[in-house]
């Protein structure tokens, strides 16, 4: 059983890890019963734990960016024959809209309509049922059974509309607003379409008497009839036919009775805009999100002036969050039923928690809070993923008997921003981030188990080339800076850094100039090659496991150096020119010593890749070839892709696995090396973008780098990394909170039970 659970704990599943959010994602967001939110990540769905905010499940199926999620609250009593269902509404730009069940991670059924859409489609279940409606702007609602997948229903209208709210008190009465008018319907049923709604056109900045201008403050007011810059419509869930308009400096409340705003709620000019606002049901409170950062909570309180004005005034403001240029606000959500904590999402990724404090401590109910100074709302929470576009990435060395105490998945990531960050493949989670260089990160090597070597260049920007090449100790942040004195020189730009599997050399490699020879335990250059050798186009070091080691008297310590008592041991390494030759070359301490050429095969291009492990070796070329050789046999094969110029090239980790890696221009394939045969391969416009670096994170799993931010992690025949959710999903003890109080741990929503869930 010990056995079993190191396993499980060691296996590393396949998944996806989001990265940066889209602008077209925002509003995307949405907090469920159960303790689980849903939130658009460019084009997938991603599921993560409000309390830990792990992650849960990346949903995939979409093809443009998510616009819409929305949580299905229908619940019915289940048991062990019939386990809890999770269902997960999500439209994209393009007016697609799928229904998820998110415990197996599969779309349960693509609610596809011929309408053309133009805004944001907009998702509104039904209470207690599994019906779902769906305004595909700007003419249709359209009225699913989300749970078979049965269009009921469809409408169209000749007025626009842009946003759709339910009547919390009438099933049958729902409201869409037009320009400068509301569509009101009043028989919305399951049987037919409702009949044509009802028109109002709206008249705002008036009052209804003259008592009402004593409630109306500042000069800024909307154009008449009209419903330009309105954020959302939202129904009161306090009293009957009353009506939120938000605008970005103005807040509404309108009376459907006689069609006539009864309240306002103004910001000055300079004061922060509102970018989203809730209204809670617990309690007749709003809560506000600000373009600042902020969070600000206004309350209802009564009018002296008159009975119906809605007053609403502000009890707490929290602190306005730094946001920096590649952070834009998302949207806003408060936590069901108790409404005490509230969180918003910023387009790097993070998730910002807040919670409500008054002079007993933290709230757990929005209706208990009391009301006055000492109420407070604190940051509980900032945790996000990986919030920059990757550049490189390098999983740490494998798993061994050496290092099984202490051994986790790590892959470290270079950004265009010049940071790198090490994430936890296990977790999902950046446990650590170093804003090292000043320019893109184009290269990152791990030189031991917790230390690694990254370069970067400013090719991309203008002025003479600055290179930057650091080596770092990831558990203490320690970062020494090496070829400083290459700064007043003409620098080309450096292109690659080889170390040794030995973890006694390295070598850079420079654009157009030949390369240099590190000593890995002295960080020193051992030599400078002169510029009569020949350009390199690609180089290998001799693994490990080549070398003759048993007469040779080293240790190594714990840091991965090797330490000879009395001579460094040889290693080799081989390395292609621009011709196509292939040299091997042999380094003892200082001494370098030229074995032998082979020449090139006329049918092949410029080498861009070798992969090297035992007795096989891998070249990859411009022209699409893969040249097979096996050294011991002294054999070789030539074998034609197909697919174009070849980026990349790597051998799967272990000794009796026979895959390759292959990076094209616009595919990865996955290549037997036995047969010399294609076991899967797969286009990158399948995962949504350009493929921006790939490694081997185990024998069985392929991580892949978008362009858009996202990792994924792949098995062999690369796909499944959308998988259903079991208990070893979950890292860490968390619980789902039903009603306030902790109802068992997350996992019981994963298993047949009893008793789950709200009744």
Request: aromatic share 8%; hydrophobic share 40%; charged share 20%.
């Amino acid at each position: 059983r010990i056995q079993i659970l190191f396993e499980d704990e060691m296996r590393l599943n396949p998944k996806v890890i989001p990265g940066p959010l889209a602008l077209q994602n925002t509003g995307a967001l949405d907090w469920a019963v159960s303790g689980l939110v849903a939130y658009g990540s460019q084009a997938n769905v991603t599921v993560a734990h409000a309390d830990s905010l792990q992650l849960l499940q990346v949903l995939q199926g979409h093809n443009y960016p998510v616009s819409t999620v929305k949580w299905c609250s229908h619940n019915p009593y289940h048991n062990l024959l019939l386990p809890i269902s999770l269902l997960l509404a999500s439209a994209d730009k393009s007016g697609r809209v799928i229904v998820w069940e998110v415990i197996t991670g599969k779309a349960v059924h693509e609610l596809s309509d011929v309408s053309r859409v133009n805004g944001n489609v907009v998702l509104s279940w039904l209470p207690h049922s599994y019906l779902l409606v769906v305004l595909l702007p700007p003419y249709n609602i359209v009225l699913w059974n989300g749970a078979s997948g049965t269009k009921l229903w469809r409408t169209t209208l000749l007025d626009p509309m842009y946003y759709l709210s339910l009547d919390p008190f009438n099933e049958e009465s729902m409201i869409a607003v037009s320009d400068g008018a509301l569509l009101v319907f009043n028989d919305v049923a399951t049987a037919k379409a409702p009949s044509p709604p009802k028109k109002y056109t709206l008249v705002l900045g008036k009052a209804v008497n003259d008592d009402m201008k004593n409630v109306i403050t500042g000069e800024y007011h909307y154009n008449q009839n009209s419903t330009q810059g309105l954020i959302k419509a939202v129904y009161s869930p306090h009293e009957r036919n009353k009506l939120f308009l938000i605008y970005p400096r103005q807040i509404t409340i309108l009376d459907l009775e006689i069609c006539h705003a009864t309240g306002y709620v103004i910001q000055d000019r300079g004061s922060a805009q509102f970018l989203d606002v809730h209204v809670c049901t617990s309690d007749n409170v709003l809560f506000c999100l600000h373009d600042s950062g902020a969070i600000s909570i206004r309350r209802h309180v009564e009018s002296d002036s008159h009975q119906k004005d809605h007053v609403y005034q502000t009890v707490v403001v929290s602190e306005a969050m730094r946001l920096c240029k590649n952070a834009k606000l998302i949207g806003l959500q408060v936590k069901p039923f108790t409404e005490e904590e509230v969180m918003f999402m910023l387009t790097d990724g993070r998730i910002v928690g807040w919670k409500l404090y008054d002079n007993d401590g933290p709230a757990e109910f929005l209706s208990e809070v009391q009301w006055d100074e000492s109420t407070r709302l604190l940051m509980i929470n900032n945790v996000g993923t990986n919030s920059s576009l990757p550049n490189c990435i390098r999983i740490c060395p494998p798993l061994s008997t050496k290092n099984s105490h202490f051994y986790k998945p790590l892959l470290a990531i270079g950004s265009h921003s010049g940071t790198v960050l090490i994430v936890d493949l296990t977790t999902t989670k950046t446990i650590k981030e170093y804003a090292i260089h000043t320019s893109s990160v184009c290269g990152i090597e791990w030189v031991a188990d917790r230390r690694i070597i990254s370069f970067g260049n400013n090719v991309s920007g203008s002025g003479p080339i600055k290179n930057e090449l650091f080596y770092t100790d990831i558990r203490t942040g320690r970062t020494l800076q090496l070829r400083t004195n290459h700064k007043n020189k003409d620098e080309t730009p450096i292109v690659g850094v080889k170390v040794s599997h030995l973890h006694q050399y390295f070598i850079v490699l420079l654009k157009d100039k030949p390369f240099e020879l590190w000593n890995l335990k002295t960080l020193s250059v051992i030599r400078e090659m002169p510029s009569t050798f020949p350009p390199v186009t690609s180089l290998q070091w001799s693994p490990a496991q080549n070398h003759a080691l048993k007469n040779t008297k080293f240790h190594k310590k714990d840091d991965g150096n090797m330490n000879d008592e009395n001579s460094p041991t040889r290693e080799h390494f081989v390395f292609t020119d621009t011709d196509g030759i292939v040299y091997h070359l042999m380094v003892e301490g200082t001494v370098i010593k030229e074995g032998t050429r082979i020449p090139p095969d006329t049918q092949t291009g410029t080498k861009t890749s070798i992969a090297w492990r035992g007795d096989l070796m891998v070249l990859g070329d411009t022209t699409g070839y893969l040249s097979f050789w096996d050294l011991k046999a002294r054999q070789s094969r030539l074998v034609p892709t197909h697919c174009g110029g070849i980026r990349k090239v790597l051998l799967a980790p272990g000794k009796n696995t026979q895959l390759l890696l292959v990076l094209f221009g616009d595919e990865i394939a996955i290549w037997d090396t036995v047969d010399f045969t294609v076991h899967t391969s797969l286009k990158s416009s399948q995962l949504g973008g350009r493929v921006i670096d790939i490694d081997w994170g185990a024998s069985d799993r392929a991580i892949v780098a978008m362009e858009t931010g996202a990792l994924h992690v792949m098995d062999i025949n690369l796909d499944a990394t959308t998988l259903p959710m079991t208990p070893f999903s979950i890292n860490s003890p968390i619980c789902t909170k039903n009603g306030g109080k902790k109802a068992g741990p997350l996992s019981a929503l994963l298993v047949p039970t009893t008793l789950c869930g709200n009744r």
